[in-house]
């Protein structure tokens, strides 16, 4: 990340856009506590067409660990608002993990989390980590991570500022995958309140994944219908977390399943191996996942 946005400072010269980040190369900068947060901006795009929507897409998720799917979704998601959605113009995109209030089987401490997160978008030019909702000490759902988003970009920043010198408002939306989309149509998943505050205020694009029914799900969702956007996955990629922890847990490689500096930060620090590192082991004071509250661990969205 910028080093006048996000507070990381580096040592010795500067990697190369595209070459392997370590974890050696940083100093260790994530804010301790809400009180040293500040909202990135300094990955935010230029609005190249003052007539396009500026759009900012939230990914929000366990990312225990971050995957390269992770990853891609948003550059799915770019190609799709270039081609079919022309209306739109993406002009930044966010990370935001959960905190470790989630209390999710195998979750990574928070610390652990944010750093493999920080790693992990080293290398891109638009994808930034957002601590906000991973710093809480109780559970955030995910309504109220996109309210988040909206005051920090429209109401704090703004706006976009076009080249006209005119403000637009920015459109946040939720990055997700299909699997996210299914249990929406779950009865006792999801609060009707979220539901309509997600999908009517801000909306979601979906990535579709192998053995998720989106159509189906969409019949249930008719009311947002003009608000959910599909895209379609060209080149199929299965890998989630969850298969990664489960590598991890067997010994096994997950060379190339997630950046090398990833995997090297998880070997240096036995990530998964036990128990020794999750959420659980790390706090005493969480709090309790609120029922039926919108947060879901679908397996690219939450894994």
């Not at 947060?37 to 990955?43: D, I, M, V």
């Not at 790693?119 to 955030?140: G, H, N, P, R």
């Not at 240096?268 to 790390?282: E, P």
Request: with cysteine; hydrophobic share 35%.
């Amino acid at each position: 990340m910028d080093s006048t946005q996000s507070g990381t400072a580096r040592m010795g010269s500067p990697n190369v856009v595209g070459s392997p980040i370590t974890d050696g190369h940083i100093i260790p900068s994530l804010p301790a506590s809400l009180e040293d947060y500040t909202f990135p901006t300094g990955r935010l795009k230029t609005l190249n067409d003052s007539t396009k929507t500026p759009l900012v897409l939230m990914a929000c998720g366990s990312f225990s660990p971050i995957t390269f799917l992770h990853l891609r979704m948003f550059e799915m998601a770019q190609d799709y608002v270039r081609f079919s959605r022309t209306e739109f113009e993406i002009v930044g995109g966010y990370l935001s993990p959960v905190s470790d209030a989630y209390k999710k089987a195998g979750l990574a401490s928070a610390e652990h989390r944010l750093r493999m997160c920080e790693i992990a978008v080293e290398t891109s030019d638009w994808i930034m980590l957002d601590s906000f909702e991973c710093l809480q000490k109780e559970y955030t759902p995910t309504a109220q991570v996109l309210d988040h988003a909206d005051y920090e970009l429209n109401v704090v920043r703004g706006g976009f500022m076009t080249k006209e010198g005119k403000r637009k408002h920015i459109r946040i939306c939720l990055l997700a995958g299909a699997d996210l989309l299914e249990t929406m149509t779950t009865p006792g998943v999801w609060s009707p309140q979220d539901l309509d505050h997600i999908l009517g205020r801000y909306g979601s694009m979906i990535v579709e994944r192998a053995g998720s029914d989106v159509q189906k799900a969409l019949s249930s969702l008719t009311q947002w219908k003009d608000n959910i956007f599909v895209i379609p996955q060209l080149i199929q990629n299965d890998i989630s977390s969850t298969k990664l922890r489960l590598f991890l847990k067997r010994d096994m490689s997950v060379q190339y399943l997630t950046p090398p500096a990833v995997v090297e930060y998880i070997s240096r620090n036995r990530l998964y191996g036990d128990d020794s590192n999750t959420a659980a082991a790390s706090s005493s004071t969480h709090g309790k996942e609120k029922e039926g509250s919108g947060k879901i661990d679908a397996a690219v969205s939450r894994s």
